[in-house]
């Protein structure tokens, strides 16, 4: 099966994706253009159709309310939208690094292209980092991203990743995602963007706060499964035989997880807390969700359904700690 990676490129360590071409550190953004797959711009036409008529040929005719995106160096078509949408450019979104790498102790860590140039993106680590008791590192990042086929606004969030087991997370203050979105039918202004975001040190804090909160909080067995078929199975209430609940076969890998299978889940920090019980719901939409293949599930974590889970998993858990 093809993959939805068009091209990747990271530095460091494999990603937890396990997908990409490995670069050395502090290589500038030019390499990581070349590199990641992102070297090429989306360029625009008019929808044209052909209507039949007394001619084999038919006559040509335009659709002026749309218009086709397609890619500059391969002529492939990306998608078909208004006249209003507003192209972001796989360029910009590095662009958008630049000075926070040049003068902000950022550093990229991985940047690509999924589906073929519809989807792209660039993450990089600020340089924050906190130790949960002095034993589970969880380091803060900066990811953005963008679709040119309407799946997705130019998006930067805050995310967090747990080093013992790659877990991402986005970062969410009082129930609230830090996430800036710029819908296409806007100009995407980064300037504008980073100081809607405002990157900074007391934002980290106040999520890091949180997480120590759900660290310290002690969790029993009926607290981890009334947690678990809430989140995983939309249950309001627990019940005793969760094999008639919907999606068992995902509840009984999260709990596996948890219950001792999770990388990190023999920790202290995790073990029998809030913290472990959302660290196996990250883990599971990061590594273990069905999907066809990695970047099916990478594009879920971060994009689609598994995004919204783990944001709900997270919203549980902080509710046991309020």
Known sequence: M??????MAYVGDTPWHGLG??????????VWQQQAGMNWH???APVRFI?????HLGSIHSFPEQKVLYRSDTKVPLSVVSQRYKVVQPEEILEFYRDLTEYAGYELETAGVLKGGRKFWALARSGLSTSLKGQDEVNDYLLLATSCDGTLATMATPTTVRVVCNNTLQIAVDGTSQAVKVPHRSEFDPRAVKSQLGISVSQWNDFMYRMKALAERKIDHHEAQHYFQSVICGAEKPIDD??????????NKVQKLYHGEGRGSHLVTAKDTAWGLLNAVTEYVDHDKRARSNDTRMDSAWFGQGAQLKQEALDAALALVS
């Open 21 to 30: 071409q490995q670069l050395s550190r502090h290589q500038p953004l030019e």
């Open 42 to 44: 989306i360029e625009e």
């Open 242 to 251: 969760p094999s008639k609940l919907p999606n068992y076969r995902a509840l």
């Open 2 to 7: 093809a993959h939805l990676v068009e091209q």
């Open 51 to 55: 209507a039949e008529g007394a001619s």
